[in-house]
């Protein structure tokens, strides 16, 4: 049943990843009629580019906002899917994984000493401007596979592992990674550096530019595709180690591989974005309640729900204080904290009934 309904969750959610699309671009401190909006992103699609402010305002300064907050969502709820299998929690994230935090450290180290040390003087600039090279994707892919092999290392143990050691583990190197990512700010000297990666690292899509969508949006659908070709063994893992061993799953080698495959995805995402939490953990739960479990239909529509939701989040934190900017990274925080209370409640009775 929940099988057949996939096509239709799939056909809704790009309606309304659609219109979230359409209001991102429409509102905010210059408010935009839908019908001049469409005929502004019409116009670009087929070359007859508009002029004028609304245009510029519309092309230039919104839409590459847009299209990287779903990118990004996409890429969370993904990344948060797959890292529920793998470790066979629902808890799982790449946030309370301490994933996002370790991209942020490597980023981070590489935005004040790195390459990139003298990069622009804004908040947008700096981090646009450091962005554009490899140097921050890959130290975040770095920081990101390193987070969740730590965590994965310290709560796994006598081949179990329980919701409490999976959350205290992530706590842990969350801690650890935010206090090195507090100690190089602090020995960071130029003060609007400090001021760039401070906002980034709350999470923002402010400093979006189109010659910065390619390489989130390559991270995105390739690394998806990947993980869509390996629903099955992901499907396998998720029902239990020993039964997906003894149908011939190399669970070792396979986990190890996909850590890396879905480190890469976060590390990329976040170099662009900052860090960025819940998106992966509210999402795939929701996507399981309407499809099920099975990877090949969650997969797409996780990714779907994550853009959606990241696109809407953004458009909240640009208008709810406007004209002052909430970094989105906040709003994704005041939802999904919550949401997380009641998930840990409901894991741990459930724990406490089995156990």
Request: proline share 4%; charged share 10%.
């Amino acid at each position: 049943m929940r099988r057949r309904r996939t096509p239709a969750v799939l056909v809704l959610l790009a309606a309304l990843l659609a219109a979230s699309a359409v209001a991102g671009l429409a509102l905010g401190p210059v408010r935009i009629a839908p019908g001049q909006v469409l005929d502004i992103v019409l116009g670009g699609l087929t070359g007859e580019r508009r002029t004028g402010a609304f245009a510029s305002i519309v092309w230039d300064v919104r839409m590459p906002r847009v299209l990287l907050g779903a990118v990004v969502g996409a890429g969370l709820a993904v990344a948060g899917t797959v890292l529920q299998a793998l470790v066979r929690n629902q808890l799982a994230d790449p946030f309370l994984l301490g994933a996002s935090s370790g991209a942020s450290a490597g980023a981070v180290l590489v935005i004040v000493f790195g390459a990139g040390a003298g990069a622009g003087s804004g908040a947008g600039a700096g981090i646009a401007g450091v962005a554009g090279g490899l140097g921050v994707p890959f130290a975040a892919f770095a920081g990101s596979l390193g987070a969740l092999v730590a965590v994965y290392a310290m709560a796994r143990r006598g081949g179990a592992m329980t919701t409490g050691r999976l959350i205290l583990a992530g706590v842990a190197v969350q801690y650890i990674l935010s206090a090195l990512t507090s100690l190089v700010l602090v020995l960071a000297a130029h003060p609007d550096q400090v001021r760039s990666v401070l906002f980034w690292t709350l999470g923002g899509l402010g400093g979006a530019r189109w010659d910065e969508l390619a390489l989130p949006a390559v991270a995105l659908l390739a690394g998806t595709a990947l993980l869509i070709a390996l629903a099955r063994p992901l499907d396998l893992l998720l029902a239990g180690e020993e039964g997906a061993h003894t149908l011939g799953l190399d669970t070792g080698r396979f986990r190890a591989a996909v850590f890396v495959l879905t480190s890469l995805v976060i590390g990329v995402l976040v170099a662009y974005s900052g860090a960025i939490g819940f998106v992966g953990l509210m999402i795939p739960h929701a996507a399981r309640m309407v499809v099920g479990a099975g990877h090949r239909a969650l997969l797409p529509v996780a990714a779907l729900g994550g853009a959606v939701f990241l696109t809407l989040a953004d458009l909240v934190a640009r208008t709810a204080a406007a004209p002052e900017e909430i970094p989105v990274g906040v709003v994704t925080a005041l939802v999904g904290g919550p949401f997380f209370l009641w998930m840990l409640r409901r894991s741990t009775r459930t724990e406490g009934m089995t156990g």
